[in-house]
């Protein structure tokens, strides 16, 4: 597989969220490749919840800003992974809303990764990551392959 060019993107999914010792590993990727953000558990907890399409008994902090955004008529029409410093991902959210008069707005907000893949699941949004991004993951397809083996009951 050849590297992406820097200002290229990558459509990615979330593949799992898995609980560890101080928060959530929640895989990304494609058939080609997957990488890791570790997250803080409640935000994983929602992530977890959102992509299985559990609802919560009060709505959480990633359902209220889903709320208020159908509320405005926006929504997330993507996100992105877009910078990766040391062990610190950043990312991106690219909102829409569009008005009675049919005007259309985009707005493109700095945010957490955490925060941007539990909106992106919550509003069914696609995910990219940059191919400085991608470039720069460890492929960590392998370890997710082993980890849902191990989860799989014994027949």
């Not at 999914?13 to 990488?35: C, E, H, M, R, Y």
């Not at 008529?73 to 008005?99: H, P, Q, S």
């Not at 539990?118 to 069914?124: D, E, H, I, L, Y």
């Amino acid at each position: 597989m050849s590297p992406m060019s820097h200002k290229e993107v990558v459509q990615i999914d979330i593949k799992a969220v898995i609980p560890t010792t101080s928060g959530s590993a929640v895989f990304l990727g494609n058939d080609q490749k997957v990488f890791v953000i570790y997250v803080d558990p409640l935000v994983g907890n929602a992530i977890s919840m959102m992509i299985r399409e559990t609802k919560n008994e009060r709505p959480l902090t990633h359902d209220l800003m889903g709320m208020m955004l159908a509320g405005f008529g926006a929504k997330v029409e993507r996100i992105i992974i877009n910078d990766l410093k040391g062990a610190t991902y950043y990312g991106r959210m690219i909102l829409t809303a569009e008005n009675e008069l049919q005007q259309r707005k985009v707005l493109e907000l700095d945010a957490r990764p955490s925060d941007c893949l539990a909106m992106a699941a919550q509003q069914k949004a696609p995910i990219y990551a940059t191919g400085e991004v991608w470039n720069e993951v460890e492929d960590m397809s392998e370890v997710l392959r082993k980890m849902i083996d191990e989860e799989k009951p014994e027949t």
